[in-house]
């Protein structure tokens, strides 16, 4: 049982978190032909924009109204009604998601009302999908933002079943959190479609962010969950929900549909596969593939080769909920001891996590932490990466942004096979810092008892040093 | 001076070409005139102070505001510092919904305690963004106060992005330096040969491709603003002898006020090219002469000069065999300086896409203009036609800015950043061998021919490619076909990206007795936004309103 503190501090010193509208935009960008609307100023747009470029390595469809000084202090209706036909005449997206960001939500612009009058000033946009979304930066994080833009397209888009007793029950709907990468959509959809289901992902970012090149070009997203494929999933036989924050999201669904749904607050870990496999075989009425049951065997494996390497390790580690819930524990059975832990908004199961405290703050307070603490490996996003230099640790790069290495999309860590590909990476590179740090000398152990107390005589400096070369080489 | 007044000095800028030629009407429409709803893509003036400033090494940068603008930026430039890395550590006051409600001020006020007691750096820059301006927080005063309490100078620039655009930013960023700390230190020592130079960024680290002349003959960086740039050294820019404005005008409110204050001489110039970089050496040179430097200098330079061209034509004549005949399409990017087209053609690549010929000053402001425009509508070029260019081999590699990239690789065409996120650096002499070494590279990189093979299951006619290419031609028989399709299809070519104008709306104007590009935007808007397509409606005058085509070069692709 963790207890979940806030950091106390004016400045706020390198962040962990990203904020809400650019979380909503990247959960319609799992849409097919979609176009992302923030309604603020241009360098709110600008700097998601960036980001994702950078993240994904691909064109990122995100547009902006454009909001200026003038038009924020009178309001954002024309911005807004330009931006949806600017948009519609240049890009024709089959829809368009529009957050809100911190300019428009001080100003207290109504969206809702604006579209309404756009539908009464063109007719023609009567039944155009234009889903809002309110996210003010100055509350909430990036998975808030992804959270309450699927909650907002369940229930502006699923439609009510006709005949609740004509349930598809192959159909299964997957609404996956933000912290699933296009990989680990695609990894989700090969499992259960392995059972003979038939997935729909909301969103569905495995379709439109993973790189592919498309037969034809557009400016809005390419690939990604249709419209008229969300409409349907009413029918579903059975929502599943990837992640806490995805709660919400289920719940409307189940309210308006009655569609029933099972949530997973992990997926990764052999226990959290495990549940996934057996979720799976008694819905589909079909026993576990072979392949699934030759991939638990090689995760039991993994873990018994990696936990030579990855047990004891103090682990500091920045995520949001739900990635630091699912890693964390992941991490946590392979003998880690989470030292310190920081993430970025509430939720209901940081105090799930096996640790004492989970700190809602920033990456100076875990590096701080990290460093009083003597952890001995990090993990969170790119922005680790001048903390990871200053500790001298090794650094495992998770989570959104991760704009200094390629192949971000196509990290896989849910089911058997990612969470043994997980343990392979963590391992190896442990494996590899200790090779390039640590070198045994015929002195490493003339003083070795620094950190068992000092009293016994030696240097403490060169003790603590010899103290460090043993943990690493006991791990051997 | 309050923010409103401020715009306004800064549009008024005299230094600056493109602000003097606008009425006294569009001066004060400003900058936001040029941001479209659903059709803009560029960076807010916040974003552009961040750029100006942020290579400044030791200062602690602290955003005032939500936590989007640098939550989502953080740790995003290229710049390089020789020594300190605080530059790169974030500060934000990350505001909640509490301090909209009830003001920030007292907490942007602890937060540059926090700073101070844990980093201690030589000075804070504060940025405000939309939020805080729009509740009222008061940043400076907040900076004076926490100034003088802590003896530290604390900066305020004001900057909201609402405001208006990057480059307004930019200048922004500019006065707050003016304001607050150009002239506030006296160097330990002054020399005359110490310069300044404004609007480099040192990305990539690329101007210590230069440095290292400038230490060859003597002369002293006093104060570069901003890449790799210290608090100290700019505060004491004032005694510079003479300053050098680096390729763009984004900082020129700094150079002409400096020039006014302090009666410091400066000169635009560009780093980038073989002929430009001598040529700005040279300039830097005289200025200094002038203001009391040994003339002496002049040889020395010179030779310099000569000695750094010939090893740097020797090296790109070593490169031609390689690169000979290859044809570049070169979009505008950061490196947009007439010299890379001449140190180009010099490699023997044939430059396709931007009309290119030997010519005048004049001709160089000009071509500046055309790839600005071609920037645009290679934006909204479709990655087919990109294709096609590439199978009809008009173009073996593309040079460009990040933001075609994706354009360029899903079409499987080969393609070199020219612009801010680039990793390498192109300055100077050496640079511009290192630009033609990699293009060589990755034109000869083997990896193209690769991708390009169809699937095994790819069934004749039916890849993309082949799909895309048949889509053209169909289109284009469709149009041979039917002179009235044509004509529309001739007319609707855009000629305005800005404000969506098209060839017929301009023609049309023309013909209602429009003389003028000003006449043709009256009537059109055409040019209403970054202006560069003035030059086009000016072409279409020329040619009497009727033309087969607004342009020969990028739509070539369309032919």
Known sequence: MAKVTHAKKSASVNPLKMSQPIGAALAFMGLRGCMPLLHGSQGCTSFGLVLFVRHFKEAIPMQTTAMSEVATVLGGFENVEQAVLNIIQRTKPEIIGIATTGVTETKGDDVEGFIRQIRLNHPELKDFPLVHVST?????????????AVKRLVEELVRKPENVSRRDMQAVNVLPGSHLTPGDIEEL????????????????????LDGHIPDDFTPTTIGGVGVEEVFAMGNAGWTLAVGAQMRAAAEAMQAKTGVPFRLFEKLCGLEASDDFIAFLTEISGRPAPTKYRRQRGQLVDA???GHFHIGGRKLAIGAEPDMLYDIGSFLHDMGVTIEAAVTTTHSPVLQKLETEEVLIGDLEDLETLAKERGCDLLLTHSHGRQAAERLKIPFHRMGIPMFDRIGAGHKVSVGYRGTRDLIFEVANLLIDHRETHTHVTPDTWRTPWGE??????GEVGGAEENGAAIATSRSH | MSLSSKIQDVFNEPGCGKNANKSAKEKKKGCTKALQPGGAAGGCAFDGAKIALQPFADVAHLVHGPIACEGNSWDNRGSASSGPTLWRTSFTTDMNEQD???GGEKKLFKACKEIIEKYDPPAIFVYQTCVPAMIGDDINAVCKAASAKFNKPVIPVNVPGFVGPKNLGNKLAGEALLDYVIGTVEPDYTTPYDINIIGEFNLAGEFWQVKPLLDELGIRILSCISGDG??????????ARASMMVCSKAMINVARKMEERFGIPFFEGSFYGIEDTSDS?????????????????????????????????AAIAKLKPRVQGKKVLLITGGVKSWSVVAALQEAGFELVGTSVKKSTREDKERIKEIMGQDAHMIEDMKPRDMYKMLRDAKADIMLSGGRSQFVALKATMPWLDINQERHHGYMGYFGMVNLVKEIDR?????VWQKVRKPAPWAIAGESWQEKALAQIAQEQAELAADPVKAEEARRAKPVCMCKGVSLGAIEDAIRDGATSPDAVKEKTNASGGCGACAIRIQEILDQGGIVGQPTQQINVAAE
Not at chain 2, 230 to 239: G, I, K, Q
Request: aromatic share 10%; proline share 5%.
């Open chain 2, 281 to 313: 050496l040279k300039e830097l040179a005289r200025l200094l002469i002038e203001r009391g430097a040994d003339p002496e200098l002049m040889d020395r330079v010179n030779a310099l000069c000569a000695r750094e061209e010939q090893r740097a034509y």
């Open chain 2, 100 to 102: 909209v409600v009830f």
């Open chain 2, 442 to 446: 990755t034109i000869s990189n083997p």
């Open chain 1, 189 to 208: 959809r090969t499992i259960i479609e392995d059972f003979g289901l038939e997935p729909t992902f909301l969103p569905d970012i495995g379709a439109s």
């Open chain 1, 136 to 148: 003010p930066d100055f509350s909430g994080a990036f998975q808030d933002g992804w959270e309450k």
């Open chain 2, 230 to 239: 210290r608090y100290n050294e700019v505060a004491s820019a004032h005694r």
């Open chain 1, 452 to 457: 068992f107390g000092g009293d016994l005589g």
């Open chain 1, 303 to 305: 873990m018994l080769d």
